[in-house]
């Protein structure tokens, strides 16, 4: 991996710099699939926390390679998404369950009864034990091994926008404007996105035991700076990561270059 810093001395987490995001997905892609592999080789299931958005599309397409060309089965995974848009149907192409299925799922030999995605049809009477039952099936399932995250600019981590506290678990939240914002482009307007959703918590992310946050371009650096080099708190929910006994920061140069530890 000749194109790859590691600055976890420097920082306050472990943080590895790639060159181009295809770089750090490939690195993220072969830890997931060792883990994995050694999991079927025990005949035990592994547990994935998987997150939607541009940023893990390469890692995506990586495991689906990993899983046409090397064999690599996700038949015994099992895996949870950590949100949706609230309110909105899972054949929006918008959605995230669309967005899984098309970047994922249905490129691989997951069974369907596997996959966990928060529902956002649900009346809102039914929210608050519907996400119940979610933090319930993780915890059934074993709890989660490998968590996949990105950032939003607002620092975000799944849909814990500013102001969520370190112990929030699965629930309906509002969505931060700035979050809104960047989702206009692929709602055809500000005014077409959902002002809500459903997310697993802070809490519920904390309790994974490894996560890769991953992190790609410049328009991501300031964020990625406060969340990695910052005060932890509320303001940065990523910022609780610093907290994390097993985290990684998995950035391209870009998203690396407002980092005061390193000069790119
Ligand atoms: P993005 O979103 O990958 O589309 O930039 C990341 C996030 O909001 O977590």
Redesign the pocket.
């Known amino acids: 991996m000749e194109n790859q810093t590691i600055v976890g001395q420097q920082t306050k987490v472990n943080t590895q710099i790639f060159d181009a995001p295809e770089e750090g997905a490939r690195y993220v892609a072969a830890k997931i699939a060792a883990f994995i592999n050694k999991r079927n080789s025990e005949g035990l299931p592994t547990v994935l926390g998987l997150?939607t958005?541009?940023?893990?599309i390469p890692l995506y397409m990586e495991l689906v390679r990993l899983h046409k060309e090397e064999g690599l089965s996700f038949k015994k995974v099992i895996s949870f998404n950590l949100d949706e848009y609230y309110p909105i149907s899972p054949d929006d192409v918008n959605s995230y369950h669309y967005f899984m299925f098309k970047h994922l799922f249905s490129h691989i030999d997951i069974d369907r009864a596997n996959v966990h995605i928060p529902v956002g049809t649900l009346a809102e009477h039914m929210i608050n034990e519907y996400c119940e039952g979610y933090e319930r099936m993780i915890r059934e399932a074993g709890g989660i091994d490998i968590q996949i995250?990105?950032?939003?600019r607002a620092g975000?981590?799944g849909f814990n926008e500013p102001g969520s506290q370190l112990n929030d678990i699965t629930r309906l939240v509002t969505l931060n404007p700035l979050?809104i914002s960047d989702a206009a482009g692929d709602f055809g307007g500000a005014e077409f996105v959902p002002r809500k959703a459903l997310t697993m918590g802070v809490r519920t992310i904390m309790e994974a035991r490894k996560v890769f946050l991953l992190g790609w371009g410049e328009k991501k650096a300031e964020i990625l700076a406060k969340a990695i080099e910052g005060q932890v708190g509320i303001e940065v929910p990523a910022s609780f990561l610093q907290k994390h006994k097993d985290t990684e920061f998995i950035l391209d140069k870009g998203a690396a270059s407002k980092l005061a530890c390193c000069k790119y």
């Open positions: 997150a958005g541009n940023t893990p995250l990105g950032i939003g975000h981590i979050t």
